[in-house]
């Protein structure tokens, strides 16, 4: 492959075998031919799967193979591409659901139990609360307090720690310092309350996150390219997350470039041709290594200088060589082209998985003193043309293989899958036989069969047929001398032979024809309704092949990308007792479907005796998004609502409003005559104006009796 990734960490805990002129890869030849055991190993293993292939392959580009041979009667040549038009179908339906939504199908959710982080804290935004001991305050000192998560002034509560003060709140410790004197743990169950819930933040900080780094590092692209050869070839395959730098376009103010780089996790497709598993196994899970086979030119071998841990020398001496890459058979018989060639480029193999520890040893790599005990260790080996181009162990914690095999079909028998292609290689075959018939037969009896008397003809004539052509005939020859004969058509049989071959293709891929575009579908599927009911059972079987996405590609991927930035980013917000969820089986339930059943909730709620039960905020929220709107933009926080009020309330006792000036206060403390009455005339009851006289009985009225 052209693309090749790397590790870039900024990290001092990687070990490798480096660049030097000490005696490092005195034993060489052990790990070069370590890996090319293993290589060999898994390309015989993998010989049968290779033909399958590239019988799908030809099946989907319409070639028939080498060993299909046809007899002198049968003029046609004809390739029915059924099988490409399943394929690209499959093809859409998985890439709908990887995309369809705007957004990739992965979810980051706190665990049911939360640990390191609370699970959710309240407030109590009623100014009365203090004074009154609801919200869960305390009114004298007889009535302890519920715990709250921060003390006053800071301090720690009675059994908490440095890491519950400053941890516990993760995303939401500065957000929430202004009312921390407010926070107590646990759900608010008074309309007065309003909950914050600090794993969900980090959750959707992390989710957030893992989003913009697989949309920087164009993994939609890759994704593409795994789902095609999942449906054809029946596995794909996808590697990382990896670091790299990623260089933005950026011109200063004299026109000069100068582009910003950042280092992002980035992921790759893998072309299944190139991947060779552990043959013992059926699972990444369960394999032991993994070798990838790379087609490289001279720069991009030079450019590997640049990379973390790759030996410059060794490098420019596998250059120096001849170049070694030979093509495999099936490159050539893909690409139409059996003559070998001498080729420019250099055949590279990048092995991940245990390796000996005695080996390692031998070659200069220092093992930690945590693996010294192990016989075994994960390792990451890169070797061409008899050079080991870098020897590193597996930096991920905890070790993994990062690559990620995908099954269309799962075979539990078997580490690749069955896809579209092989399912239906037979039906494809009848229905290539049955109109490769017809259209003989047609040919045949389109034609008219001459029958020639010869002995009733004068001898010498042409016997090429034409309009107008004449005859001569024998004189006094009895009889008819030419004669036309009609073949029998059955053309129309062998039609209805491939229209069943058709039907079973559907059975065998489960994609019905009509799910693709097929017209004169009849019975149920003439309304709408029925289309929807045939649409809805055709969907059963792809939810399995969305279920071994999830299982497969999009969990593993997930976590991969958590796992990397808990290790490697140091941000606080995004840090927590999280899951990675993949969710490709709900984009199968279209936003209509969703936004509909959200808004029936949204009626049973809005009953007086129900809408204390329902979460509205919630509500509103899953609503925006099924509407493909982000519901941050155009939804407001109740949470950011209340922190502001509960700012504005200390604000104000912080700097109380003055008191207006006003007419001296009359005998007992007693508001002035005409202070507190109606005043129709807008003076306020001050002294000057009219206002309204006192009434008989009212106060200030001169005529009351004492």
């Known amino acids: 492959m052209a693309d090749i990734e790397d590790v870039n960490f900024d990290t001092d805990e990687v070990v490798a075998a ?25 390309e015989d293993a993998r010989l049968v799967d290779e033909e ?29 591409k059924v099988t490409k038009t399943k394929t690209l179908a499959a093809y859409g339906q998985i890439v709908d659901v990887l995309f369809g939504n705007n957004k990739f199908p992965l979810a980051v959710d706190p665990t049911v139990l939360p640990d390191g982080v609370a699970e959710a804290v309240h407030i109590n935004v009623d100014p009365n609360a203090d004074k009154a001991g609801e919200g869960g305050r305390a009114v004298t000192e007889n009535v302890a307090a519920p715990t709250a998560l921060l003390g006053d002034d800071g301090k720690l509560l009675p059994g908490e720690t440095i890491i519950d003060l400053q941890e516990r709140l993760a995303g939401l410790k500065t957000k929430l310092s202004p009312v921390s004197d407010k926070i107590i743990e646990g759900d608010g169950t008074t309309p007065t309350t309003v909950s914050f819930h600090p794993a969900m933040v980090a959750a959707k900080k992390m989710e957030k996150k893992i ?8 993994a939609s692209k890759h994704l593409r390219s795994m789902a095609f050869e999942m449906a054809l070839l029946g596995t794909g395959v996808m590697k990382g997350p990896f670091a790299v730098d990623k260089e933005y376009p950026s011109w200063g103010e004299d026109g000069e470039y100068s582009p910003l780089v950042k280092t992002v996790p980035e992921c790759n497709h893998v072309s299944v041709w190139n991947f060779y598993p552990d043959p013992e196994s059926t699972s990444m899970d369960d394999a032991e290594y993994v070798v990838e086979r790379h087609k490289m030119s001279r720069n991009q071998l030079r450019s590997l200088k640049g990379r973390p841990y790759f030996r410059d020398d060794s490098i420019e001496n596998a250059i120096a060589q001849s170049p070694d890459y030979v093509r495999k058979h099936w490159e050539m018989k893909m690409e139409d082209d059996d003559i070998s060639a001498q080729s420019e480029r250099w055949e590279v193999m990048e092995f991940w998985g245990f390796v000996d520890v005695d080996i390692l040893e031998d070659n200069g790599v220092k093992i930690p003193k945590e693996l010294r005990d192990l016989n075994e260790v994960s390792c990451n080996i890169w070797v061409c043309n008899g050079e080991v181009l870098r020897m590193v162990l597996n930096p991920f914690k905890p070790a993994r293989i990062p690559y990620y095999s995908t099954p269309y079909e799962h075979n539990p028998y078997s580490f690749f899958g069955v896809g579209i292609a092989e399912n239906m290689d037979d039906t494809q075959t009848l229905m290539n036989g049955f109109m490769r018939m017809a259209i003989d037969n047609a040919a045949l009896s389109g034609n008219l069969i001459m029958e020639v008397d010869e002995t009733n003809l004068v001898p010498g004539q042409d016997m090429s047929v034409y309009p107008g052509k004449i005859f001569r005939r024998q004189g006094g020859a009895p009889g008819q001398a ?48 029925g289309i929807s009911m045939l649409m809805s059972a055709a969907n059963g079987s792809i939810r399995s092949v969305v279920k071994n996405v999830d299982d497969y590609l999009l969990g593993p991927l997930g976590k991969a990308f958590f796992s990397f930035n808990m290790q490697f980013d140091y941000d606080e917000t995004i840090k927590g007792d999280l899951e990675v969820k993949a969710s490709g089986t709900e984009s199968l339930m279209s936003n209509e479907v969703r936004s509909q059943r959200l808004m029936q909730f949204l009626q049973v709620a809005s009953n007086p005796n129900l809408a204390p039960f329902a979460k509205m905020d919630y509500v509103i929220r899953e609503i925006a998004k099924s509407m493909d ?55 306020g009851g001050a002294q000057m104006g009219t206002g309204t006289a006192p009434q008989p009985g009212e106060q200030g009225f001169s005529g009351n009796v004492a």
């Open 18 to 42: 480096e660049n030097g002129s000490d005696k490092l890869f005195e034993s060489v030849n052990s790990v070069v031919s370590f890996v090319k055991d293993r290589f060999g190993r898994a």
């Open 52 to 80: 399958r292939w590239l019988r799908a392959y030809r099946n989907y580009r319409g070639l028939y193979s080498s060993d299909v041979q046809f007899t002198d009667t049968e003029k046609s040549r004809v390739f029915v």
């Open 211 to 218: 989003h913009d780094q697989l949309n920087e590092s164009g």
């Open 482 to 529: 030419i004669f036309g004969t009609k073949f029998p058509n059955v053309a129309q049989e062998n039609m209805q032979l491939f229209d069943k071959a058709r039907v079973l293709a559907d059975e065998s891929t489960g994609f019905p024809s009509f799910a693709h575009g097929q017209t004169g579908v009849s019975g149920v599927g003439r309304t709408a309704s």
């Open 629 to 683: 709107l982000d519901p941050d933009k155009v939804t407001n926080s109740m949470q950011d609502a209340a922190i502001q009020a509960e700012l504005f309330k200390k604000f104000q006792e912080q700097n109380p409003q003055p008191q207006p000036q006003g007419p001296a206060p009359g005998p007992e403390g007693q508001a002035p005559a005409g202070a507190n009455v109606q005043d129709t005339t807008g003076s």
